[in-house]
Structure formats: C-alpha cells, structure tokens
C-alpha cells in the first residue's frame, strides 16, 4: 500500500539525517541542508525524526556534538580547542550545552568534580 511505502521512506529519511549528522557535526548544518539530503519540506523532517529518533534533528546534533565533546575533553585534549572542534562557537557555548546535557561542566569532568551522566549515545 501507498501508506507503507511513504513510512518505509521516511524511515530511511531518518536514518541518512542522523547518519549524516553523526558524520558532519562539527559543521553549521541547517535543517533546510538536512532537509535537501532526504528531499522533505524542513518542517515534515523536522516532525519525522523526532518520530524517529524522539529528538528534533537541531537537538540530536547537539547531542553528538556534546557527546563527543566529552570523548575528547576526556582524552585530553584543552576545553577551548574541542569547542572549536565539535562545532561550537566557542568555549561557552560549548560549557552551556555540555551543562545541560551532562549535567555539569566540561570542567568539572576534568576535576573529578561531578560524575557525568553515563549515555554514551544521543537521545538516551
């Protein structure tokens, strides 16, 4: 039926989004790039991925974007310099969205200072 063919569709729409979200983070995507990848209206993706995925696409790429923030952060690698690596416009930018998706600050990792929440993924 038609019905499934267009869930079918729009299954796939989701998972190049976020395999091309995962893939590009650190760059300025903008839902209407994302929406051409997948040929959607901005605002029919918009409303498919969070079907999908539970996140709207602006909020699951800070997500990955924090995620691997902290991976870096973690390894060692200087606060200011994963800001610019991950796609923030500067370190704090990338302290506020660390915060509220962590739970503390990128510091505060560093110093042993709080235990960070334990997703290891977006949208967990």
Same mark, same amino acid.
């Given at each position: %039926? &038609?019905?499934?063919? =267009? /869930?079918k569709q729009e299954h796939w729409a989701?998972?190049q989004v976020r395999e091309y979200i995962?893939?590009?983070?650190?760059?300025?995507?903008?839902?209407?790039?994302?929406?051409?990848? $997948?040929?959607?209206? %901005?605002? =029919? /993706?918009?409303?498919?991925?969070?079907?999908?995925?539970?996140? !709207? &696409? =602006?909020?699951?790429?800070?997500?990955?974007?924090?995620?691997?923030?902290?991976?870096?952060?973690?390894?060692?690698?200087?606060?200011?310099?994963?800001?610019?690596?991950?796609?923030?416009?500067?370190?704090?930018?990338?302290?506020?969205?660390?915060?509220?998706?962590?739970? +503390?600050? !990128?510091?505060? $990792? /560093?110093? =042993?200072? +709080?235990? !960070?929440?334990? +997703?290891?993924? &977006?949208?967990?």
């Amino acid at each position: %039926p &038609p019905e499934a063919k =267009h /869930l079918k569709q729009e299954h796939w729409a989701v998972k190049q989004v976020r395999e091309y979200i995962e893939a590009h983070y650190a760059d300025n995507l903008s839902l209407l790039q994302l929406a051409e990848l $997948v040929n959607l209206n %901005p605002f =029919h /993706l918009t409303e498919v991925f969070r079907k999908g995925i539970g996140l !709207p &696409p =602006h909020t699951y790429l800070n997500q990955v974007r924090v995620l691997r923030a902290k991976q870096l952060i973690l390894a060692g690698e200087s606060i200011a310099q994963v800001a610019y690596d991950t796609g923030f416009v500067d370190q704090s930018h990338l302290t506020r969205r660390f915060k509220q998706i962590v739970g +503390c600050t !990128p510091g505060q $990792v /560093l110093k =042993h200072q +709080c235990r !960070p929440q334990e +997703c290891t993924r &977006p949208g967990v």
